[in-house]
């Protein structure tokens, strides 16, 4: 992610909620399917860690994506995150329901997506996040676009980045220094 500015780094401290998008941000956007039918998903161990250190920071993680699987719903119960919105067709409009749950504002959340499905949700959230091999018009709508590749470390890119402006980064490498 290249160099903030002062008012990105304002809003990444004003961050309550980071949602994702799956398929190209938490995947490399690949669907195998088994001969049964059923779905396998790689996420990317990194982006996990990058996850928990969010959460254990008191920053709430939740998933809005276009598809179901049982897949993301393992990897979500193996991370913790429980506000879980899949199979969503109208990404924007699911919105009034995460305010409802969390009570946060959309101000106060960012949203990390890769396609066109994402732009709506973007639009509307305090920091919008592309992968860096998202599709051009989701990039333009951004407020950042990260280094690395949607399934490669682009939500631990993220995740650093609103821990390192609000402090806590050199906190948390101290736990792996000692």
């Not at 949602?19 to 990317?44: M, N, P, Q, S």
């Not at 592309?130 to 333009?140: G, L, P, T």
């Not at 407020?143 to 906190?171: P, Q, Y």
Request: glycine content about 12%; overall charge negative.
């Amino acid at each position: 992610m290249k160099q903030h500015t002062d008012a990105i780094t304002s809003g990444l401290k004003q961050i309550k909620l980071l949602l994702l998008d799956v398929d190209g941000v938490l995947t490399r956007g690949d669907i195998i399917y088994g001969a049964d039918g059923g779905e396998t998903k790689a996420f990317y161990v990194r982006d996990g860690l990058g996850i928990r250190f969010l959460m254990e920071s008191g920053i709430h993680v939740g998933i809005v994506t276009g598809r179901s699987s049982e897949a993301l719903l393992h990897r979500c119960k193996n991370l913790g995150i429980d506000l879980i919105f899949d199979g969503v067709r109208d990404k924007a409009k699911v919105l009034n329901d995460i305010i409802e749950k969390t009570g946060i504002s959309p101000e106060e959340m960012a949203f990390i997506g890769d396609d066109l499905v994402d732009i709506p949700l973007l639009k509307r959230v305090g920091i919008a996040v592309a992968v860096a091999d998202a599709h051009d018009a989701v990039k333009k709508c951004a407020t950042m676009v990260t280094a690395a590749n949607g399934g490669a470390g682009a939500v631990r890119e993220f995740c650093e980045a609103v821990l390192t402006a609000r402090g806590l980064w050199d906190k948390i490498l101290e736990r792996f220094n000692q």
